[in-house]
């Protein structure tokens, strides 16, 4: 392992940075939007291209092809990452937004197992094949732009990368609960799910057209100047001089990765294991996501100031001890409120931990190797520990009987985080 050195200092000008934070805050949430969506309706996507007698395990099918098309991730995180450190982010970001419009046209208009047969169900792999690849792109090119813009203010502009997250959680959140508010139970599941993914396609033009001039980043611009294309493989670079930032970058994210899935699967918990009404579950994550959104940057700007690692450190901590009494909480006492002091509590602590997250896990690899190394760790950590989260999760309940079951497995993931924080504070130098 290699440990790199910083960067130089680079600043594009107030506009182009602007427009940068646009060009990456609009297409990141339309692609995780789509992501959101997916965990938010399983239920209902669940009865119209998987049939069961067993509506528990029609949900578990449902959500297991929600954690298999995330493996697809770390393949197009390294496809697409590569192609953003040799041919530069702004392409890369053009490319993974048409791809994941495409999977969303799929998503969309995909007729039913009732019309297709099992024609149906595998449609709906291929769509989420695609929007798997062109997320597991999207992270390392669109947070490398972010970091790269100013080297000073890394923290406040890495923030974007997850308030992008947080948009598309309220945008997926207010979907959920407006539809459901408003329509049938047969009519939710005959066409109404499929209405947010047609807004989706809505705003793919947009994203596309605002990425497509905006400038390259800085860094990436001074790093082409300065030397000529390396003929050896980005990839095998990053596996070779870089293994140590894959580590790190990977396991600080996991407790994120984690508690971002527990989110999009409580209104689910909430629903069919405490009986709670549709639509106020959904109102719940809504509140939630208004506070990722804008709660991001603003720890963005004071991780700048104070440090990363004294903000996310206990942050990680306090996840980890308070999942276990919060779950005990919403079990013994189930009702609209519980559920939704129980979400803005996790919902704070989020913003506070990951906040500077992207920023920590950019400044463990080179301009050169960075879009590659923070597709692959993320992708990769987002397959084991994110994409099987919800299925993780019903299963326990399932199996254990204990509906605070889920708790304990973002404690065991919480201090893995703190343990790879800790290892790139004293390994990379990250403050």
């Not at 991780?303 to 308070?322: E, H, K, Q, T």
Request: charged share 10%.
């Amino acid at each position: 392992m290699t440990v790199q050195q910083a960067d130089p200092e680079t600043s594009a000008t107030p506009t182009a940075t602007k427009r940068a934070i646009a060009a990456a805050t609009i297409g990141n949430a339309l692609e995780w939007f789509d992501l959101a969506l997916y965990a938010l309706l399983a239920s209902y996507i669940g009865r119209t291209f998987f049939p069961s007698d067993d509506a528990g395990v029609q949900l578990v099918q449902t959500y297991a092809v929600f954690g298999i098309t995330y493996l697809i991730r770390p393949i197009g995180g390294l496809m697409l990452g590569a192609y953003a450190d040799r041919r530069g982010r702004k392409k890369a970001l053009m490319l993974s937004i048409r791809l994941m419009v495409v999977g969303t046209l799929l998503m969309a208009f995909m007729p039913g197992y009732a019309t297709l047969g099992i024609l149906a169900p595998l449609g709906i792999v291929v769509a989420r094949l695609l929007q798997g690849f062109a997320a597991g792109g999207e992270f390392g090119a669109a947070t490398s732009f972010l970091v790269e813009q100013n080297s000073g203010r890394k923290g406040f502009l890495g923030s974007f990368q997850f308030a992008s997250q947080g948009l598309s959680t309220l945008m997926a959140a207010g979907f959920a609960a407006g539809l459901t508010a408003v329509l049938s139970d047969s009519q939710m599941t005959s066409w109404g799910w499929r209405v947010p993914f047609v807004f989706g396609l809505l705003i793919g033009p947009v994203g596309y057209f605002v990425r497509r001039y905006v400038e390259e980043s800085p860094a990436m611009a001074q790093a082409a100047a300065e030397e000529a294309p390396r003929s050896r493989s980005v990839v095998l670079a990053v596996f070779r001089d870089h293994w140590g930032g894959l580590l790190v970058a990977g396991g600080v994210l996991i407790v994120s990765t984690a508690l971002n899935f527990i989110l999009q699967y409580l209104p689910t918990f909430g629903i069919k294991e405490l009986g709670l009404d549709d639509s106020l579950s959904y109102v719940a994550l809504f509140v939630t996501g208004a506070i990722l959104t804008f709660g991001t940057p603003v720890v963005g700007l004071l991780a700048d100031r104070y440090g990363r690692v004294r903000i996310m450190l206990p942050s990680a901590l306090l996840i980890g001890a308070a999942a276990i009494p919060l779950f005990h909480w919403l079990t013994a006492s189930p009702s609209f409120l519980t559920l939704t002091l129980c979400m803005t509590v996790l919902g704070l602590l989020k913003a506070a931990y990951f906040g500077a997250l992207p920023s920590v896990m950019s400044d463990v690899f080179p301009a050169r190797a960075r879009a590659t190394g923070l597709s692959f760790s993320y992708n990769t950590t987002v397959a084991v520990f994110g994409g099987f989260t919800p299925t993780i999760a019903a299963a326990l309940v399932t199996t254990t009987g204990s509906q605070v079951s889920p708790a304990y497995y973002l404690l065991a993931v919480a201090l893995l985080s703190v343990t790879a924080l800790v290892t790139g504070a004293r390994t990379h130098g990250i403050r």
